[in-house]
């Protein structure tokens, strides 16, 4: 079956670079039309999609956000990396990584989430 | 930043039926899919409905989405006490370039 897992530091301090890392099962990003994006959602708050990379290497990123944003995937490693510069205390939020699914932008299966707190 | 608009919250009794408006604009719902997301308390939301109106394998018939021009709908008939949730609509937005998310409406059982 098809999971996704979030890993990374659940506190970062203000101006640091957040790494995230996705580890996933069940799939393969050298399939076609299979992608992986990150999405987040701060506490309370509506969710945001972050960024995409697709099995084809394509990749795309928020237009609000993508100064500070890098994606990248290892396909034999079954990961899928984020990056996100010069961290500041309204990124707190938990951070989601999704299978996303060809053109249809099909967010079909999530994983748990990792809660990222940006504090001194 | 939010593209889509909803309503904050919904409410119906049990076995009432309960529909979510997602107001968007030509560029988003006006000329791309829209998918649907259920978020139960305190757990990562879930595909509910996809390409406007499909709805994935192990999701009831109770839900039921539509478009039509910029806005869609998430109808829910039936309400059931565990559907109480967050629910987001979402699409790609040619401006943007990017997937946009509604402002999420919270469904309340009464």
């Known amino acids: 079956q098809v999971t996704l897992r979030e890993s990374g530091p659940a506190l970062v301090k203000p101006t640091q670079t957040l790494t995230l890392t996705c580890s996933f099962s069940?799939?393969?990003?050298?399939?076609?039309?299979?992608?992986v994006s990150w999405i987040r959602q701060p506490p309370g708050k509506a969710l945001e999609w972050l960024a995409r990379?697709?099995?084809?290497?394509?990749?795309y990123y928020s237009a609000y956000l993508k100064t500070r944003l890098t994606i990248s995937k290892d396909t034999s490693k079954k990961q899928v990396v984020l990056t996100m510069t010069n961290m500041d205390p309204v990124d707190t939020a938990t951070y989601y990584c999704?299978?996303?699914?060809?053109?249809?932008?099909?967010?079909?299966?999530w994983g748990q989430g990792t809660l990222v707190t940006v504090s001194s | 930043q939010s593209v889509l608009t909803q309503p904050p919250s919904a409410s119906g009794t049990p076995g009432q039926r309960v529909t979510i408006s997602c107001s968007g604009s030509?560029?988003?719902?006006?000329?791309?899919?829209v998918n649907w997301y259920q978020q139960l308390p305190g757990t990562a939301p879930k595909l509910l409905i996809y390409?406007?109106?499909q709805r994935p394998p192990g999701v009831p018939d109770r839900f039921s989405g539509s478009k039509s021009g910029t806005s869609a709908s998430l109808a829910i008939s039936g309400l059931q006490s565990e559907d109480e949730a967050d629910y987001y609509c979402?699409?790609?937005?040619?401006?943007?370039?990017?997937?946009?998310f509604g402002t999420g409406s919270k469904v309340t059982v009464l």
């Open positions: 030509s560029s988003n719902i006006g000329s791309n899919n």
């Open positions: 069940g799939f393969s990003l050298s399939t076609g039309g299979m992608c």
């Open positions: 979402g699409a790609w937005d040619d401006s943007l370039k990017g997937y946009v």
């Open positions: 390409s406007n109106n």
């Open positions: 990379i697709d099995w084809d290497d394509d990749e």
């Open positions: 999704v299978r996303t699914v060809g053109s249809g932008w099909l967010l079909d299966y």
